[in-house]
């Protein structure tokens, strides 16, 4: 059973709009989420991250937004730029605990 | 500051043969972990350990083998590799369980 879902395997978006990656969740014991950002041959990289008792958390041209009643969360990179161009993994943990991944989304941000 | 390294970057191997993915992190992390990535499937956990001593079974565990030799070191061991081994495995590690800290992977091909 897959606890952290990414149903869009990949998103095309023109520069300067608006990227939203999506993530949903089934374990309600979820208190801590993040995004991690991998380009090809390199290792995922700490993107941004939420807590559960938040359901916002902006960094820069990056914003996490958590919905708990509906296990969403979802990130927005405004204005999107090509060097943004990777797949972006969304992951969850409960109580400290290990991280769950989902499968991914690749973003291509074209000119 | 290397954070986490792990060797080899790339191995073909046999079906049958047996090899050992070296993993070392130098940030004094207490958890340290093994994943595999799959195109459509994320990043699956195959083996953690909390702390040195420690060991627990990740979502996929079947035909690995793992040894926390001290606090900076975590192999992986495929004692008989088959070809639904053929993946791409980082090594990571973390306080705590939150940010997680990733290598730079292993590309593996079982023939």
């Known amino acids: 059973d897959q606890q952290v879902k990414q149903n869009s395997p990949s998103l095309s978006v023109q520069e300067g709009r608006i990227s939203i990656l999506n993530c949903d969740y089934t374990n309600s014991m979820f208190d801590y989420f993040l995004w991690y950002k991998k380009y090809p041959a390199e290792g995922p990289t700490f993107l941004i991250s939420?807590?559960?008792?938040?359901d916002k958390n902006e960094d820069g041209r990056f914003t996490v937004f958590l919905n708990k009643s509906a296990k969403h969360l979802s990130l927005h990179i405004v204005p999107s730029q090509p060097g943004d161009s990777a797949v972006y993994f969304c992951a969850a943990s409960a109580d400290t605990d290990k991280l769950i991944f989902g499968t991914g989304t690749r973003l291509q941000v074209f000119p | 500051n290397a954070g986490v390294t792990q060797t080899p970057k790339f191995q073909v191997l046999k079906t049958g043969q047996s090899m050992t993915l070296q993993c070392a992190q130098d940030m004094n992390h207490n958890s340290m972990y093994w994943y595999r990535q799959d195109p459509g499937m994320g990043l699956r956990l195959i083996y953690y350990s909390a702390s040195e001593g420690t060991t627990d079974k990740g979502e996929v565990p079947n035909g690995y083998n793992v040894s926390r030799l001290n606090k900076r070191e975590f192999s992986l061991r495929l004692e008989s590799a088959a070809p639904s081994q053929t993946s791409v495995y980082f090594c990571a590690s973390s306080e705590a369980g939150t940010l997680v800290f990733f290598g730079s992977g292993t590309q593996l091909s079982v023939l």
């Open positions: 939420i807590s559960s008792i938040k």
